[in-house]
């Protein structure tokens, strides 16, 4: 995985993200978000293989969970990055993103 790269895995019922979450990977992520956005009625995703994260990034982030809220069902986000949880602080999102 190259430094512009974004992925994802499923184990158990937590969708696992690593490498950046940026403008040039949030693109490609949001576009196939129908192969991660689970039907559980929570989906929970691990955030912990993040090695970069920017403003466009939390805007996803926020925008998957308004998509879920849409449909009656939740967003869980563990181990954010103290980058994430400063830029989620710094756009205030904090709040919406419920990090755990």
């Known amino acids: ?37 689970s039907t559980d009625e929570t989906l929970t995703i691990d955030l912990s293989g993040l090695e970069r994260v920017d403003s466009a990034g939390v805007a996803m982030l926020l925008q998957a969970k308004r998509q879920l809220l849409e449909q009656q069902r939740k967003l869980q986000l ?20 419920d990090f755990s």
């Open 78 to 97: 563990h181990s954010p990055s103290d980058q994430l949880r400063a830029i989620a602080e710094v756009s205030g999102a904090t709040k919406l993103l």
């Open 1 to 37: 995985m190259s430094k512009a790269d974004i992925s994802w895995q499923t184990e158990a019922d937590t969708l696992i993200f690593s490498g950046v979450l940026n403008r040039d990977t949030v693109p490609e992520l949001w576009n196939a978000r129908s192969d991660w956005l």
